[in-house]
């Protein structure tokens, strides 16, 4: 999966660099760039002496639309933390925040020598191995969500409370940023999503959100952020932190079901329309209702006899149907602002990604579908009548 390398790195530079802060890393390295990450250059080091393989991740170079996007400080703290805990995750070697090295802020991280599996109803595979694979990244998912935060010094990686609220702002302000970015040649603006504004006011209404829960969450967990052992139906590490936080656990559930839901999109505007996620199409693959009782019963095993709110799921089924509905909607519209972000890093010339484009061509009929989402968890909290 590393090829060409599309964004040069001054290797010289790094190789100095390593070899005064990682010398467990020798040098000289062969370096190779990674053909996904839209929005981090991610490069494959691997040391000519050695032939063992590490991970370099680095912002983007030139001035960022966002403040608030591509935090490898982020990813590397979390990675580091979560070492120490059951929950998989590659080595965390170093955090270089000196621009002066490469360009920009990096870090470094094992590399997994497992499986990515990048078309999440995963062809190839038998029933029986889909299904197993499905359901272990479920439980990974229930064990991240299960370590408190306190436990690894990450008390202060977000706000317990309020979750939904901060990302209804943070999201409106870099939807906006992102609206006015022009494109370097055309002068042309990236423009607004579609019913924005109906969006952020529904989602801002906090008589519906779904109720506060508190725990790690990784921000953008799916089945291609995830590295399976090779052989065995078991994930060995959990890639791309970059919006991870303390938050809502079911964003992190509705993320990963997110195929299931954009199935039945138009596939040649959406990148994520998978029609093998449409029900009966591939077998072995979970249901959205088997994924989610999987999810909730495993969470209250792992915490059994837990006090804190934090892990605590609803005992009601109606109720968490309404909170993952709900959670869908809003995932939905997220997906729409991401590849907004995408088309404005395109506009800017800063996309990393080879497939960029049908990202980026993407924001404009999920942000059409998170409304239609939206208006049907108004239809069933007003009993049927839609006010939107």
């Known amino acids: 999966m590393a090829g060409r390398i599309r964004q040069p790195i001054d290797t010289a530079s790094l190789e100095r660099y390593i070899t005064a802060n990682v010398p467990e890393i020798q040098v000289p390295l062969d370096i190779k760039q990674f053909g996904f990450g839209q929005s981090n250059p991610t ?3 691997t040391s000519l002496p050695t032939g063992r393989r590490y991970v370099l991740r680095k912002k983007p170079p030139g001035k960022l639309v966002s403040k608030t996007a591509h935090k490898v400080e982020r990813e590397h703290r979390i990675i580091a933390a979560l070492g120490s805990s059951p929950v998989p995750v590659p080595k965390a070697y170093i955090l270089c925040e000196d621009d002066s090295v490469i360009g920009t802020p990096f870090y470094l991280m094992s590399f997994l020598d497992g499986r990515i599996i990048e078309d999440p109803a995963m062809p190839g595979l038998s029933p ?59 002068g042309e603006a990236v423009g607004a999503l579609p019913h924005f504004g109906e969006i952020v006011e529904f989602f801002a209404d906090e008589a519906r959100q779904p109720v506060d829960r508190g725990t790690l969450i990784h ?26 936080t303390i938050g809502h656990p079911l964003s992190d559930l509705a993320n990963m079901m997110t195929p299931f839901y954009t199935a039945p999109l138009d596939s040649s505007k959406v ?31 792992q915490t059994a006899g837990s006090e804190s709110k934090a892990v605590k799921v609803s005992a009601d089924a109606a109720e968490r149907e309404r909170e993952l509905q709900w959670a869908q909607a809003f995932n939905i519209f997220r997906q729409a602002a991401i590849c907004q972000g995408i088309a404005a890093r395109q506009a800017s010339r800063q996309a990393s990604s080879e497939v960029a484009a049908r990202y980026a061509n993407a924001r404009a009929p999920l942000a059409e579908f998170a409304w239609e989402l939206v208006r049907g968890v108004a239809r069933q909290s007003e009993g049927g009548k839609a006010k939107l």
């Open 43 to 45: 490069y494959q080091l």
């Open 271 to 301: 990148q994520n329309a998978h029609k093998g996620f449409l029900p009966g199409a591939t077998p072995g693959l979970p249901t959205p209702h088997e994924i989610a009782e999987l999810y909730f019963s495993t969470v209250a095993a």
């Open 128 to 186: 029986t191995e889909r299904r197993a694979l499905w359901g272990e990244a479920v439980r990974t998912l229930a064990l991240l969500h299960s370590v408190d935060p306190d436990s690894v010094g990450l008390g202060n990686f977000g706000r317990r409370e309020g979750f939904y609220n901060r990302q209804i702002r943070t999201w409106g302000t870099i939807c906006a940023a992102q609206a006015g970015t022009r494109d370097v040649e055309t």
């Open 219 to 244: 921000g953008d967990y799916k089945i291609d952020n995830l590295v399976f052992h090779k052989t065995e139906a078991r994930v060995i590490g959990i890639l791309d932190w970059e919006m991870s």
